[in-house]
Every structure is written in structure tokens, then in C-alpha cells.
């Protein structure tokens, strides 16, 4: 199984991004899904995850109300929109999956794939 997470960049604090998050390799399955960041000289975090169905979501409430994750089954793809940016959310975004069939994951150390980063740079 491989991830591959995209659309980081540089945008001005208050403005939008939108990651995305491609599994590839078996993809006849389907996996639980999360993102998680990490700055510089700080340890990963937990932002966001999403059941396997798409049903069930949860924020960490550092993305609760500005950040939303989602998925497209057909697309074997993640998102995370990220909304009202702020410098301090500038870090790098991993995208993690895991054969979990119920409900969400949110310990880092419960997942069993993840992808290479990407980075978001917020400027004040």
C-alpha cells in the first residue's frame, strides 16, 4: 500500500488549501484515514481522521471548525480542506491509512501506512 499526499504549499494566513491524499496498491480495500502534522522540533500531532465508510469524522480541536476531512471511494483519495489558515498551522502534513473497519483512528501508533509529507507554509 502506498500513500501519496499533495497540495501542500505557501499561502498568506487566512487564505485555503486543499490536501489530497491517493492510495494506491491494494486498493480492492478500504482503510480508515487520518492526518497528522508535524512542525519543526515539535512532535507529530493528530488533525483530522475519517472511517472507512466516510461516516464517522473527528478533528482535533486545533482543526474543529477550520478544517474538513474527506473522502472519495471511487477516487481512493483523502482530503483535507483547510480553511482560515494561521502561521501556526505551517507543518508538515502526513496522511496515514489503516485496515480499521469501524469507526475512526486517531493514535498515530494504530496506523499501518503512511505517506511521505507535504508541506504547508503559512505567512503572516
Known amino acids: 500500500v502506498q500513500l501519496q499526499a499533495s497540495g501542500g504549499g505557501l499561502v498568506q494566513a487566512g487564505g485555503s488549501l486543499r490536501l489530497s491524499c491517493e492510495v494506491s496498491g491494494r486498493t480492492s480495500s478500504r482503510y480508515a484515514m487520518g492526518w497528522f502534522r508535524q512542525a519543526p522540533g515539535k512532535e507529530r500531532e493528530f488533525v483530522a481522521a475519517i472511517s472507512l465508510s466516510g461516516q464517522s469524522t473527528y478533528y482535533a480541536d486545533l482543526a474543529k471548525g477550520r478544517f474538513t476531512i474527506s473522502r472519495d471511494n471511487a477516487k481512493n483519495t483523502v482530503y483535507l480542506q483547510m480553511n482560515s489558515l494561521k502561521p501556526e498551522d505551517t507543518s508538515v502534513y502526513y496522511c496515514?491509512?489503516?485496515?480499521?473497519?469501524?469507526?475512526?483512528?486517531?493514535?498515530?501508533?494504530?496506523?499501518?501506512?503512511w505517506g511521505q509529507g507535504t508541506l504547508v507554509t503559512v505567512s503572516s
Open positions: 496515514a491509512a489503516d485496515s480499521f473497519e469501524y469507526g475512526v483512528v486517531l493514535a498515530a501508533t494504530e496506523y499501518a501506512y
